[in-house]
């Protein structure tokens, strides 16, 4: 069996070896932390002092490493690091038709300017949603694009938007305690679908935005008028936003 447990003075560390061990752990520890590359409570822990009575670390477990080739998209489970996501979509983007992969190449370039590639190698994309952070590089994108989340806990899953209900509040997101989030779907983009994301940062490599931004927007076939627009913006509010207004007065221009 790979499940382990270390208890220690002050940290009780679980690693289920299945998914299902998983949810019911998270079920019975609903303040449990969850921790899959370690890159974001690694810092809590050591500069900001947090402790966690009881860590989870999921990161064997099939399913939350599992990647999906379906009509639609890619379906990534939530442990996929930063890098292995990263391969995938370079493949997908070298062999799929160019107008699919407008959200791939936009994730891409987030990931390119992302952290370095020490931390992308264990960085997990499941630890970048749900840490929630506003200037979070890739959840504009993922919000620009329509992805998709499934959470799930020990009684089922649920499919949830990545819209800006998702994140409820600074680095709060729409999940309850008990659940932990499965996967997340990156869609193809559509014909005449254009996407493009942008990072601020005081350096270019290894450094955390100032702002970054990403905008999809849908032409209807054969013009150059608006049909559907969507501008997410990261590091402009507690959470990552939607610019709204701006989308629906330029619809139809
Ligand atoms: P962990 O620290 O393991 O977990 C983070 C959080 O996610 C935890 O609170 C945990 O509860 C939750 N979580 C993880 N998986 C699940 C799951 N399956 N279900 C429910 N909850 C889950 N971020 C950027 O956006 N851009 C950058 O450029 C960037 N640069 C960085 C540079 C450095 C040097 C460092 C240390 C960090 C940087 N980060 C950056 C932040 C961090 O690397 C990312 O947010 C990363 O994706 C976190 O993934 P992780 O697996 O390490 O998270």
Known sequence: SRSLCFI???TTWLQPESLEEFLLLKWKHPDARVVVG??????EVKF???VYPVILAPGLITE?????????GIVFGAACTLSHMGAVLKEAVQSLPPHQTEVFQAVLEQLRWFAGQQIRNVAAVGGNIMTASPISDLNPVFMAAGCKLTLMDKDGSREV???DSFFTGYRKTAAQPQEILLSIHIPYS???????AFKQSPRREDDISIVTAA???IFSPGTDIVKDLRLSYGGMAPVTVLAKKTANRLLGR
């Open 8 to 10: 220690g003075e002050r």
């Open 38 to 43: 370690n890159t974001e409570v690694g810092i």
């Open 48 to 50: 900001k002092n947090m």
């Open 64 to 72: 939350l490493n599992a990647v999906m080739h379906t009509e639609d």
């Open 161 to 163: 938007q990545m819209d």
């Open 190 to 196: 559509k014909k005449n679908q254009f996407i493009s």
């Open 215 to 217: 905008m999809s927007v």
